[in-house]
């Protein structure tokens, strides 16, 4: 039971998908479509490129940096997404964000409604109990669980990405 471990959570679907720029070159990227357009704030830091804090998600998508500089691509621009279906829409970029962890777009649910149907869930964001003492472990327990496909710790990662550091200096 992960009632007590579990503060609060936010529902979104989680895709892999395709960037595709205007030269046709791609990027695969993960994409996380939050239900309601503030979502997120509580559970992913998003800045522009000049550090200002994005505070809703307006029409569009938010294209990581690193993503945008491989596809050469900028705000304002068009895109294509591509699901694992190959359906594939053009969209604009709203804004580049700042992500040190892997290449992302984020989007609100009603601009996936109005490119690609159906939204559904299948993922959540959550803030775990300051209480637990193994927040690692805790994710890996869930990870086993028959009807969850996969669960990270975002401790874990930054742990990881400290180590990397470390080694670099």
Not at 109 to 135: C, V
Request: zero cysteines.
């Amino acid at each position: 039971d992960s009632s007590t471990e579990i503060t609060d959570y936010v529902n979104l679907q989680i895709e892999s998908i395709k960037i595709k720029n205007q030269k046709k070159d791609t990027e695969k990227v993960q994409l996380m479509i939050f239900e309601e357009r503030e979502d997120f704030l509580n559970y992913v830091s998003l800045e522009d490129e000049e550090g200002n804090p994005i505070l809703s998600l307006e029409e569009g998508i938010y294209v990581t940096e690193n993503a945008a500089k491989m596809l050469d691509v900028k705000e304002g621009d068009g895109v294509l997404l591509q699901r694992l279906d190959l359906t594939q829409e053009e969209v604009r970029i709203t804004s580049l964000v700042k992500n040190y962890l892997g290449n992302n777009i984020y989007m609100a649910k009603d601009t996936y409604k109005r490119l690609f149907g159906l939204y559904e869930p299948n993922g959540i964001l959550a803030h775990l109990s300051s209480d637990l003492q193994n927040p690692i472990g805790f994710a890996d327990e869930l990870a086993k669980e028959d009807w969850i496909l996969s669960s990270l710790s975002t401790q874990e990662l930054k742990d990881g990405f400290s180590a990397a550091f470390t080694l670099i200096n």
